[in-house]
């Protein structure tokens, strides 16, 4: 990535936020039918536990809710989050706790896969002389 392409990734970017709620029946039943459609790609051979499906449910409700918020307001910009396991040991008190790791991967996977969002594998770094020490594996 170029320096240049690199500064607009930055300036044009921000993090997930995990607190968004649908509101209104509409976007409740949105919720419900990507999460059913979400399940029904799934190779599970057992249902969901109630509180894990809650979680994964959250979860989807939020990414979907901030990329329809930042698609209406701010279309250029990126909405960011981590892939790495290790950068979701440490989170802090204001984190909505139903989000974990697992789900978020598994939720935007599903997204992309579906074509209701792009996507693209990549790492955050301020300096871009950081790029070549940065190990993002």
Do not use: C
Not at 18 to 26: D, E, K, N, P, Q
Not at 42 to 68: F, I
Not at 81 to 89: G, T
């Amino acid at each position: 990535m170029t320096t240049k392409a690199l500064g607009f990734v930055l300036r044009n970017s921000r993090p997930l936020e995990w607190h968004r709620v649908a509101v209104g029946t509409a976007a409740q039943s949105a919720i419900a039918h990507l999460l059913d459609r979400l399940e029904a790609g799934e190779t599970r051979q057992r249902a969901r536990r109630s509180v894990e499906r809650r979680r994964l449910s959250a979860t989807l409700e939020a990414m979907v809710m901030d990329l329809y918020l930042a698609a209406r307001l701010t279309p250029r910009v990126h909405l960011a989050y981590y892939r790495r396991k290790e950068s979701w040991s440490k989170r802090t008190r204001y984190h909505n706790p139903l989000v974990t790791y697992t789900n978020v991967v598994r939720v935007a996977d599903f997204l992309v896969e579906a074509g209701l969002a792009a996507g693209a594998r990549g790492y955050y770094v301020r300096r871009p002389s950081e790029l070549e020490a940065y190990d993002h594996g």
